[in-house]
């Protein structure tokens, strides 16, 4: 049984945290401790703390060139997903009638309808949420978390205006407060599809709320949004029927 | 000081393939030196940078320069999938095709001139490891450059297992308030 009490304590946590970060920590004990790191944070962000520092160590290694085929398939494989990510120029029209984003909407209301007259238990196989303008409240974009290809798919309805020294960035607000997570940013029109992992798609059960924020350009994401909140909207999980 | 690093990354978020190459140019040699010494396997190294920069290119976007400098946290996104490969792969020391050189790398007696490319972050980690013990702090790089397991430490350095396990133990103990 894991006695959470004693990973509270900071002189147990810390050398706990230290131990895993410089390998130290081998076999159950480690995988123990991931289990723990997954849903508390104050781990997660010592053990980071750590392996910031650790890190350093690398610039004592010396050079080791790759061979020319890793970017070549590192090339390969951003090619590949540009498309997905790359904004698509549409006519206005084409946007606020785009068959493919109403379809996935309808699926999500649905669905929606469904998970409140016959709830589910077990493990959500996916999670969606519709966004709506966080003041005029109409439906700007569908987002879908699916487990079996590991992704997050927002498609945006309808074309926010954004001045051109800004961008948009997705958020996952966790359901009990607290700092949010930026996934990633998304084009202001058309699909963007953002990868995520194991850790990731475990955490959404945590997470509430979905937003959508204006960041300027010339700034890295902190731990909230710092530009005004565009889109909104709850997360629904999807369990198998 | 400027990270270059930082900004790059910045571009790579907003999918400036560009940037990411120069990105891979300069930070994949030091990159990969880790992951060869984790996985002592040329392919496996290759591979695990390969799916490495994958992940870089992916969350760019998520990088926050307050949590630190642009290559600690690209290192530590390569350092773990050579983690989780090694553990999946168990590979032992004895199947490895290469042979490394130790700890000779990261001597303590680095010329003045090496230590000038150093960052002040890793000078002020090497003035922490300076001050332990010296079996405590080659069993501590060993574990963070080799990732060996504590057994393994103890046949290589031919000492007793519960010596190797106090040595890493107490090292971190005295690293601690150093790092803090």
Partial sequence: MLDIKRYQNPEVFEQLAIEYVVGALHGRARKRFEVLMATHFYLQATVEAYEHKFAHLVELLPDEKPSDQVWKNLEAHINVNAPSIKEEQRSWWHSLFNIKSYALLASVLILSAVMLFNPMTGSPVAYTAVLSSHTTHTTMAVTRISQADMNITIDMMKQPDIPDNMHLALWCHPKGGGKAVMMGMIAKSGETVIRIDKAEWKNFKNVGLLTVSLEPKDSIAGDQPSGKILLEGQLTSIHET | ?180
């Fill in chain 2, 1 to 180: 000081m400027e990270d270059k690093y930082a900004d790059l990354l910045q571009q790579c978020a907003m999918r400036d393939q560009m940037a990411f190459k120069q990105l891979y140019e300069e930070t994949s040699p030091k990159l990969l030196s880790l992951c060869l010494r984790l996985l002592q396997n040329k392919q496996l190294a290759e591979d695990v940078l390969q799916e490495g920069f994958i992940k870089i290119w992916e969350k760019a976007g998520t990088y926050a320069p307050s949590k630190g400098k642009a290559m600690t946290w690209m290192a530590t996104v390569v350092r773990n999938k050579a983690l989780d490969k090694l553990r999946s792969l168990k590979t032992k020391a004895s199947e490895t095709e290469i042979q490394y050189e130790g700890l000779e790398f990261a001597s303590a007696d680095l010329e003045p001139d090496s230590l000038e490319n150093l960052s002040q972050d890793m000078q002020g980690l090497m003035e922490c490891l300076k001050r332990l013990k010296p079996a405590q702090r080659e069993c501590i790089l060993l574990s963070y450059y080799y990732g060996h397991t504590h057994q393994e430490l103890s046949d290589k350095l031919d000492k007793p297992l519960g010596t190797v396990k106090a040595w890493i133990r107490r090292g971190l103990e005295d690293l601690r308030p150093c790092l803090t």
